[in-house]
Antibody
Framework: QLQLQESGPGLVKPSETLSLTCTVS??????????WGWIRQPPGKGLEWIGS???????YYNPSLKSRVTISVDTSKNQVSLKLNSVTAADTAMYYC??????????????WGLGTLVTVSS | DIVMTQSPDSLAVSLGERVTINCKSS????????????LGWYQQKPGLPPKLLIY???TRESGVPDRFSGSGSGTDFTLTISNLQAEDVAVYYC?????????FGQGTRLEIK
């Protein structure tokens, strides 16, 4: 059974870089031909797509965050990573990784991790 | 960006009744390659991640009870829950995966009356 687990620091200082990892188990990132995405949700608010990546490294980003975001994949560790630099309090959110249902990013998100809460504060 | 607008923002319905949640997109989301609408519905319960209920506007995800159904085309879509159950209390989101950036509706909070 596919499982996604986000991990990383729960507290990041303003202007620093937020770094998160999504570890995939129950399936291989490199052989299963899916896109993998990051989505965030500020406390009490709605969902925002951050970006998605294919195991080959092809990425798509939300233009509103593109200048600050890097998503990468490590097939040897079966992990997808998110880096968001120059963070502010507005980046405080629950961060989820999720799988797109097929080998295209233009697809529904059918499996989600439980999420990890990141607070930006000094 | 395609703006997704849900209505209502919240509603309270009695057990066993029918629930209708609407979602309007600012641009058609019809995917020409398969003639299907790139529209999904998710259910989010407190403290949990969103759960996919419906995709391609009307296809029910495996394991989702058949009291959940989706309809609509073009820019107007509806999630219907028939025979409301207590476990359906949640926030519901629509989601377009037609164009980047993928966007979600603001959410509709469903409670029991």
């Amino acid at each position: 059974q596919l499982q996604l687990q986000e991990s990383g620091p729960g507290l990041v200082k303003p202007s620093e870089t937020l770094s998160l990892t999504c570890t995939v188990s129950g399936g291989s990132i490199s052989s299963s031909s899916y896109y993998w995405g990051w989505i965030r949700q500020p406390p009490g608010k709605g969902l925002e797509w951050i970006g998605s990546i294919y195991y080959s490294g092809t990425t798509y980003y939300n233009p509103s965050l593109k200048s600050r975001v890097t998503i990468s994949v490590d097939t040897s560790k079966n992990q997808v990573s998110l880096k968001l630099n120059s963070v502010t309090a507005a980046d405080t959110a629950m961060y989820y990784c999720a799988r797109h249902a097929t080998a295209t990013t233009y697809e529904r998100l059918d499996s989600w991790g439980l999420g990890t809460l990141v607070t930006v504060s000094s | 960006d395609i703006v997704m607008t849900q209505s209502p923002d919240s509603l309270a319905v009695s057990l066993g009744e029918r629930v209708t949640i609407n979602c309007k997109s600012s641009h058609p989301v019809l995917y020409s390659s398969n003639n299907k609408n790139s529209l999904g519905w998710y259910q989010q319960k407190p403290g949990l991640p969103p759960k996919l209920l419906i995709y391609w506007a009307s296809t029910r995800e495996s394991g989702v009870p058949d009291r959940f159904s989706g309809s609509g085309s073009g820019t107007d879509f509806t999630l219907t829950i028939s025979n409301l159950q207590a476990e359906d209390v949640a926030v519901y989101y629509c989601h377009q995966y037609y164009s980047i950036p993928f966007t979600f509706g603001q959410g509709t909070r469903l409670e029991i009356k």
